[in-house]
């Protein structure tokens, strides 16, 4: 597809999905996209690193909870107002992106190899942030309610809404310039066969560093999000593995390295999950359970996701 298709494509999203408010007033369904939006935000960070650089992680949940917990504590504990705090989210959700990709992609690690460090460190992380109580150990922090935009929490649904819808925007935009730019050619090249892109003179270091600090700054912000949006955080839920999966899931399901394949499968598996909540009952792990049974069914019968669906119809 053409950029302009593409851009088109993206900004028919976004109006559509900013006109929600207007037509829907039930709080069930406003909830549903906002969750959507915010799996799809989680996805399009895993995409640009995973997905267009083919560098899988199985512990995405390390940026989102740092960035998360960036946001919680300095509202806590320093009075922080949270508008100020989305642009530190990401710099740490990105900061420990480049430290991590620096320790593992330094001494070559790839493939299964950089997938499990990734995992370990979230778990290390989950580890610290029970331990100290300046993260609230294993109780958590809980931010304190000030009702009103200007400590970034809405009173109604419609504001975390377009919040998310922003944040959203911002990755399909940085998903568009990956696509269309000399750095996004570098990186696929890499994805493709990085012996044979080292020898043609990319710098695979930087391009994997600037992918993965790319990729952690989103999720931070999703962190950012998540946050403010609940007003509650625990080591389990900011670094657990749960995250982790939730961030992989939607660009395998919707499509890898595209630029809506992650906002597809958010949404897909939302509807999912919700479907089989109503239908099976709050049952524990079952989300968990789920998800996992279509990631299988994916990987054996659709392994492009579901965006592949539409190619092969235009084949």
Known sequence: MSPRGQIAIALVFVLVVASVPAWVASDFWLSFVIMSLFYAQLGIAWN?????????????????????????????????????????????????????GWLSFRYGLRGSYFALVT?????????LATTFAVTGAGAGLLIALAPGAAQLQFTTKAGFLYLALAFVALGLAASLWLEHSRFGARLAALRENEDAARALGVDVLRVKLGAIALSGAL????????????????????????????????????????????VIGAFALQLVAEVARH???????????LFGAILVGMVLFLPRGLMSLARRRRA
Do not use: C, K
Request: glycine share 18%; proline share 5%; net charge negative.
């Open 48 to 100: 640009i690193l995973g997905g267009y650089g083919g560098q899988y992680s199985f512990g995405h949940a390390a940026f989102f909870g740092w960035g998360a917990y960036a946001t919680a504590m300095a509202q806590i504990h320093l009075g922080a107002n949270p508008w100020l705090m989305l642009p530190v989210a990401a710099a740490a959700g990105g900061g420990i992106g480049v430290v991590l």
């Open 119 to 127: 995992l370990a460190f979230a778990e290390v992380f989950r580890v």
């Open 219 to 262: 999720a931070g912000l999703a962190g950012a999000f998540y946050a403010q949006y609940f007003l509650y955080l625990d080591a389990g839920i900011a670094f657990g593995p749960a995250m982790s999966v939730e961030a992989l899931l939607a660009p395998i399901v919707g499509g890898l390295g595209t630029v809506f394949g992650p």
């Open 279 to 289: 239908v099976l009952g709050e049952a524990p792990g079952l989300a968990l359970t």
